[in-house]
């Protein structure tokens, strides 16, 4: 008889503090999304204010070429894609997610876009989009991540690079000179 009299209040106690630790916790609707999808493109245009897409240089970007990119992230997951037309026919072009919007300088992208931590360049480590255009000057690419892009941190254009992308050495990441540059949105 005595345990039971000792044994209620803490039970008491228990149910009390059980209770109160529901209440704290937030519901479903206040957590924010992990979801994070990005877009943009058009025909590529001379440097200007707003522009969507830029080409720097006309004799690898064209009059004319145009490109489509689509990126997304969830919560431990991210895949970007590019189409692009008008290129110049079977040649190959270095692409990266880069952190900053395009600009009227090639420079105004800032440094590739990269996994939280990583200090080296990789195609692991980055988003690496690399292509081939066709006889036609078209082209595809997916890139596929096993992280997600930084939250409130995502990336903010995508850059082709005169080059194909070195995957090794000293000078991994490096893709030659900024041809041209699509500025991504949220939608």
């Not at 070429?65 to 079977?90: I, K, Y």
Request: contains cysteine; hydrophobic residues 40%.
């Amino acid at each position: 008889m005595r345990l039971s009299w000792i044994l209620v209040p803490f039970a008491l106690l228990a149910a009390a503090c059980g209770g109160q630790e529901e209440m704290a916790r937030p519901a479903v609707h206040d957590v924010a999304p992990t979801e994070v999808e990005l877009s943009g493109g058009g025909v590529f245009e001379q440097p200007a204010p707003r522009a969507a897409a830029i080409a720097y240089d006309r004799k690898l970007v064209p009059p004319g070429a145009s490109a489509r990119v689509t990126a997304g992230s969830g919560a431990v997951l991210s895949t970007a894609r590019v189409e692009v037309s008008g290129f110049l026919p079977r040649r190959t072009y270095g692409v990266h997610l880069h952190v900053n919007p395009c600009g009227a300088d090639p420079e105004e992208a800032g440094p590739h876009y990269r996994q939280h931590g990583h200090s080296h360049a990789s195609a692991a480590s980055e988003v690496w989009l690399d292509f081939t255009t066709d006889r036609r000057g078209a082209a595809a690419a997916t890139a596929r991540q096993d992280w997600a892009f930084a939250p409130g941190r995502p990336p903010r254009s995508l850059v082709i690079h005169a080059e194909p992308t070195k995957a090794e050495g000293a000078e991994a990441g490096a893709a030659g000179r900024r041809v041209a540059c699509v500025t991504l949105t949220e939608r």
